[in-house]
């Protein structure tokens, strides 16, 4: 962590310490139409124009480490299949066979272990480089060329170990530093290629998937909402962000964010002193725990259905029991007690009330600033 990479936000952060209470004028309040969380053509829109040609990260490297390494996945109703072959090379591919059809893996969300794939319909076999392999009763396919028949695959690249596809296999993947842009920096300066998957929870939602996108990117909830969790951690409300292009990165205050001050700026650090949280457009967030990393991905099934892939990244795998169970509590603390049963469950409260028609418009206040930044961004994005 060094003086350039963090100084500027914790001084940012700390001026809002000292002028705890006053809220600036520079924010206007605005509002937000409530169609856009479940109108099903607006939902249609997002899905072909934001999920199916932005870079969309679907976990760490970490998680498939191992040659024979096999991840499926439904990903905003694209059956994608993550492959580690022989050689080590990571692959994504559509889980589809060439001859029908059918899912060559079947099992959802859950890393296993294969020496090659096959088709449970007819038996077509496909090694873990997409490349087919074998066909039963290859005489019934005389004019059939092999070399043209492996699996679709689907734009990938690996950058601080976090995996992105394009789902589109006609897509072209853009150079990820330069698609980050600052936020590269950050993925540098935080050590996050470091870290090794723990655990990961994957629960479908009956939300909005940019209501659970808004429940992460303001913190005028947290010490409200998390009275009970961790809201006694953190200051109220208060927090510093940027755009990093259509990304944001965003520093949140908390209790102990004021000792800084007595220590060298070298030590000031954007986990121990704050939490660092970064969204990267249009549905990845990451947030910086004090000694491990949530990386949360919200893919998009239906307007008012979301799936919610929680990663838990730690510093190093855990050396002995002690550690093990260190993790464990934590992971159940956050992914049960505070996202699960406290903000996917509001999420889910909101998509119910809008759908009611209580409210014409929604209401952001100046304390949601990174919220009309996320708006404006999609719109963008969908003009």
């Known amino acids: 962590m060094t003086k350039a990479h963090w100084?500027?936000?914790?001084?940012?952060?700390?001026?809002?310490?000292?002028?705890?209470g006053a809220i600036s004028g520079a924010e206007e309040q605005t509002t937000l139409d409530p169609a856009i969380y479940h109108d099903p053509a607006r939902f249609a829109a997002e899905r072909e124009r934001l999920f199916l040609t932005q870079p969309v990260c679907v976990g760490h490297e970490d998680q498939l480490a191992a040659p024979g390494s096999v991840l499926a996945l439904e990903i905003c109703g694209v059956p994608v299949l993550l492959?580690?072959?022989?050689?080590?090379?990571?692959?994504?591919?559509?889980?589809?066979?060439r001859h029908r059809g059918a899912?060559?893996?079947?099992?959802?969300?859950?890393?296993?272990?294969?020496?090659?794939?096959?088709?449970?319909?007819?038996?077509?076999?496909?090694?873990?480089?997409?490349?087919?392999?074998?066909?039963?009763?290859?005489?019934?396919?005389?004019?059939?060329?092999?070399?043209?028949?492996?699996?679709?695959?689907?734009?990938?690249?690996?950058?601080?170990?976090?995996?992105?596809?394009?789902?589109?296999?006609?897509a072209q993947m853009p150079d990820m530093a330069g698609w980050l842009g600052a936020i590269d920096d950050?993925?540098?300066?935080?050590?996050?290629?470091?870290?090794?998957?723990?655990?990961?929870?994957?629960?479908?939602?009956?939300?909005?998937?940019?209501?659970?996108?808004?429940?992460?990117?303001?913190?005028?909830?947290?010490?409200?909402?998390?009275?009970?969790?961790?809201?006694?951690?953190?200051?109220?409300?208060?927090?510093?962000?940027?755009?990093?292009?259509r990304h944001q990165r965003v520093l949140v205050g908390r209790e102990n964010t004021p000792e800084v001050r007595t220590l060298p700026v070298a030590q000031w650090s954007p986990q121990r002193h704050g939490t660092l949280v970064h969204y990267v457009f249009p549905n990845t967030v990451l947030i910086y725990h004090p000694d491990y990393v949530s990386h949360l991905g919200i893919f998009p099934g239906a307007?008012?259905?979301?799936?919610?892939?929680?990663?838990?990244l730690t510093p190093q795998a855990p050396a002995d029991a002690k550690a093990e169970a260190h993790w464990a509590r934590s992971f159940e603390l956050i992914d049960t007690g505070v996202f699960n049963r406290e903000d996917l469950v509001v999420?889910?409260?909101?998509?119910?009330?809008?759908s009611s028609g209580a409210n014409e418009?929604?209401?952001?206040?100046?304390?949601e600033q990174n919220l009309r930044r996320f708006h404006g961004s999609v719109e963008g994005a969908l003009q």
Not at 86 to 96: T, W
Not at 223 to 233: D, K, Q
Not at 347 to 354: A, F, K, T, W, Y
Request: net charge neutral; proline share 3%.
């Open 186 to 245: 950050d993925f540098a300066a935080i050590g996050l290629a470091s870290h090794k998957f723990y655990r990961q929870h994957a629960v479908q939602r009956a939300t909005n998937w940019k209501l659970v996108v808004d429940a992460f990117l303001e913190v005028y909830h947290v010490t409200r909402l998390h009275s009970e969790t961790i809201g006694p951690f953190f200051a109220d409300s208060l927090m510093v962000s940027d755009a990093v292009g």
């Open 361 to 367: 418009q929604l209401i952001l206040g100046r304390l």
């Open 303 to 312: 307007a008012d259905q979301t799936l919610f892939i929680h990663t838990m």
């Open 347 to 354: 999420c889910e409260q909101i998509q119910r009330g809008l």
């Open 7 to 20: 100084q500027d936000l914790f001084e940012r952060l700390l001026a809002e310490f000292d002028r705890r």
């Open 83 to 97: 492959a580690r072959a022989r050689d080590g090379r990571l692959g994504a591919f559509l889980n589809v066979c």
């Open 103 to 170: 899912r060559l893996v079947t099992e959802q969300g859950t890393v296993c272990h294969r020496q090659s794939l096959a088709c449970p319909y007819h038996g077509w076999t496909y090694r873990l480089d997409g490349a087919l392999a074998g066909i039963p009763r290859a005489e019934a396919f005389p004019e059939l060329d092999k070399h043209l028949l492996g699996l679709r695959a689907l734009p990938l690249a690996v950058r601080h170990g976090l995996i992105w596809i394009v789902l589109d296999p006609g």
